[in-house]
């Protein structure tokens, strides 16, 4: 007899998989873990995804890159220097700080 894979078969074994791996510590949850001495299920800090933003933002050096950290983050602390950096590359002197 000749097995056809069909459309339902990639999320059951997806499924299979997920079962088999839940609650197991291994391999990539293993290392993040030890690494950050967390709980695997536990989420990270925002404030870290967010400061990897403005460092890409920062690597790409464009507006671009700072208008959509700025559009996804305007009321972080990292909003300021976000702001002038992208006054600096439109040419236009950034707002004084308070």
């Known amino acids: ?11 059951v074994i997806a499924l299979v998989a997920a079962a088999a791996f ?3 510590k291994t391999g990539v949850a ?7 001495g967390q ?7 925002g404030n870290i995804a967010i400061r990897e933003e403005f460092d890409s933002a920062e690597k790409a ?12 983050h305007p009321d972080h602390p ?4 976000a702001r002038d950096r992208l006054a600096a590359l439109q040419g236009k002197t950034a ?4």
């Not at 709980?39 to 800090?45: E, G």
């Not at 990292?78 to 220097?81: T, V, W, Y």
């Open 61 to 72: 050096g464009t507006a671009e890159a700072w208008t959509l950290f700025l559009a996804r």
């Open 1 to 11: 007899m000749k097995l056809t894979p069909t459309l339902t078969a990639v999320p």
């Open 95 to 98: 707002p004084p700080q308070d």
């Open 30 to 36: 293993a290392g993040t873990e030890a690494a950050a």
């Open 39 to 45: 709980d695997a299920n536990t989420a990270r800090d």
């Open 22 to 24: 839940a609650g197991t």
């Open 78 to 81: 990292l909003a300021a220097p």
